[in-house]
């Protein structure tokens, strides 16, 4: 019963590129089949779908040169407005804790510092019962 885990988990780690093949072995013969589709054709209307065909893959090209722009817009955008949202927060939570009379994140970080200084501190100094005995 492990085998068949086991070979299900190696078949289905395989099948991403076994597909991957696949579609590179379809594309090569699709390519090959439109190659000689364009030698059966004459040579006028070969040269037309020829134009045609550049003039595509430019407009595609264009197309995605202005996706790419778009989506950099969009993520100015939204970083802009992320920045702004976070202020505002900050803005409006700020005098709530200082009328609270909360410690910010600063002063308890300063004082966990200092805190463990003493700690430090404490630990080397010798104690006077040792000291004493001694």
Do not use: C, Y
């Not at 439109?34 to 020829?50: F, R, V």
């Not at 409006?92 to 003493?118: C, F, I, Q, Y």
Request: hydrophobic share 35%.
């Amino acid at each position: 019963m492990a085998t068949k885990s086991k070979k299900a988990k190696s078949w289905t780690a395989a099948l991403p590129k076994r597909v991957a093949d696949l579609q590179s072995s379809v594309e090569k013969q699709v390519r090959k089949g439109l190659k000689q589709a364009e030698g059966m054709i004459p040579d006028g209307p070969s040269k037309a779908l020829k134009r045609i065909t550049h003039d595509v893959e430019r407009a595609r090209v264009d197309l995605q040169k202005r996706a790419d722009k778009v989506i950099a817009d969009l993520r100015k955008r939204a970083d802009k407005a992320l920045s702004s949202a976070k202020k505002s927060i900050e803005d409006a939570v700020n005098p709530l804790t200082k009328g609270l009379d909360l410690a910010s994140k600063s002063e308890v970080e300063r004082l966990r510092k200092r805190l463990d200084h003493l700690e430090k501190r404490f630990e080397e100094a010798p104690s006077h019962h040792t000291a004493a005995v001694a």
